[in-house]
């Protein structure tokens, strides 16, 4: 599944993360492998060490065994995300190995289609919301049909 990516938008950052480097400002931003930042300075994170990743996957799915935690933490690479969803679909493994990392987003999204329409449109209002203003995305949800109910679903199910 390809995801679409919004050109514009990181056009315009690259803009101003190479227009504010010169007045000693620091723009950070997150971007996936592939990205072009020339330019730039680029960090590039690691993943977690086994003892987080495990720690992670203990506290989040205490309910999974031994060995497939083990596995689950091996072939995550130390990545938060996919030790957070791996766990969600893990029935759906048995002994192949775990999805590379491309499939983690799927797995996202698997989870996020089981949310209720009004949770959905919720959550797209505040990935939109650039300031994180609570009463700007709750007025922008309630145009939608999603009332305040709608974030605490979506903070339930996740």
Known sequence: MTQPHDH??????LFAARRLRAENIA??????????ARGLPVFRLAGLDPASSTQLLTERSPELDLPL??????????NPLALMELPHRAD???RA????????????????????PGTRAALLVAAA?????LDAILRAGADLGAGPDALDAAETAM
């Open 129 to 133: 919301q650039d300031t994180g203003d």
């Open 92 to 94: 759906a493994y048995g």
């Open 69 to 78: 935690r083990r596995r689950m933490v091996e072939e995550s690479a130390g």
């Open 97 to 116: 190995p775990l999805p590379p990392p491309h499939h983690i987003q799927e797995a996202y999204s698997a989870r996020m289609a089981k949310l209720p």
């Open 8 to 13: 514009a938008s990181a056009r315009a950052l």
């Open 27 to 36: 723009l950070v931003f997150g971007a996936r492998d592939g990205f072009d």
